[in-house]
């Protein structure tokens, strides 16, 4: 079996109402962009994959990946995943052309990628990954209506301009819900979209004393608490945390980089994203070693919901995850349909809050063919 040809297809989905997300201050985000990417066979077999960004990403990876994926054997991933990586140097992050190989393969096998991986678990408890910021009894309400809808974990965002608004949304929302639903918070304090002003990034002392509040709230996780780089700061801040844990790792790249996030100790969960930080074969190398040193990882997702079952199989294939991140934040236009309006039905929970795992060969995508053709803004196709 040969790569014969692979086609990229820019995306534009309408949301059907504005999302501002927290980590763009001032930004309102009016449609969902992805490129979707086939490796196509010489057998006639498609592997599926898609990107977390645009033309950007359309036109690096099709000047810097495919040139040197044509005519190669598709099974030969852990080769041809040497040749994604180097491309990184060269324009935006091309991890996301391991996933085609990857649904190939399970294909050909007759099979579903996670059991190909060695198949943990057959479904995933879901976290509600919240991305607006919202008032906190707003907010309190949203999560509580939440829980009706069978959501067990929710994730808020922070990014307000005082650390003490952010801390009063969390207070409202578990005087609100009480023990119903475990409570995450992501502070996005590892960087700001680019241009974007009035970002204040926390300093350490601020980051602590946070991070002690959400203690008192019982509060999970604590995510990007402090700049991405600064590694002696968040070892820092994990040593003096009695509770909460620290998570991170979804923008940093390779694996040298999550290396030092582990041998410096920075974080109990680590959450590299298989669309933009690392190859999905390496983030299950990475799992392990993290597994030597007591530390989880559950994998970022966000933006599509070709990439969430990517992140559904591999958090399924692992033995220290146990959860899986999905965006959905009514009444925003960011809700689970919207997010999966590429695919013919929209992933779900059921009443135990959790994602079960396709059955269906690779990782079994189901293209909305006609959704995706009506809103594609270019094409590029090579053989």
Known sequence: MRIDRIRSRLVELPLEAPFRPAWGRGRVQSALVLVIYEVVTDTGLVGLGAAHGGLEAMVAIDRFVTPHLLGQDPTDIERLALIIRDAEILGPPPYCMEIPLWDLLGKAAGLPVYQIWGGSSRKVRAYCSTGELRQPQERAEDVAKLADDGYTAVKLRFHHDDPRDDLAVAEAVRAKVGDRVEL????????????????????????????????????????????????????????????????????????????????????????????????????????????????????????????????????????????????????????????????????????????????????????????????????????
């Open 184 to 383: 995450m918070v992501d502070a996005n304090q590892a960087g700001a979209d680019p241009g974007v002003a009035g970002h204040r990034t926390w300093d350490f002392r601020t980051a602590l004393h946070v991070a002690r509040e959400l203690e008192r709230l019982e509060v999970t996780w604590l995510e990007e608490p402090l700049p991405r780089y600064d590694y002696a700061g968040l070892a820092r801040l994990r040593d003096r945390l009695d509770t909460i844990k620290l998570a991170g790792g979804e923008d940093n790249h390779g694996l040298h980089e999550f290396q030092q996030l582990l041998e410096r100790g920075c974080f109990d969960i680590l959450q590299p994203d298989a669309v933009k930080s690392e190859t999905a074969s390496a983030i299950r190398h990475l799992a392990a070693f993290a597994a030597l040193h007591g530390v989880d990882v559950v994998p970022h997702t966000w933006g599509n919901g070709l990439g969430l079952l990517v992140h559904l199989h591999l958090a399924a294939s692992l033995t220290n995850c146990g959860l899986i991140e999905f965006p959905h934040d009514p009444p925003s236009g960011l809700t689970a349909a919207a997010r999966d309006a590429m695919l013919t039905t929209p992933l779900t929970i059921d009443a135990d809050g959790c994602v079960a795992v396709p059955d269906r060969p690779g990782f079994g995508f189901a293209l909305d063919e006609e959704r995706v053709a009506a809103h594609t803004l270019k094409e590029i196709q090579r053989s």
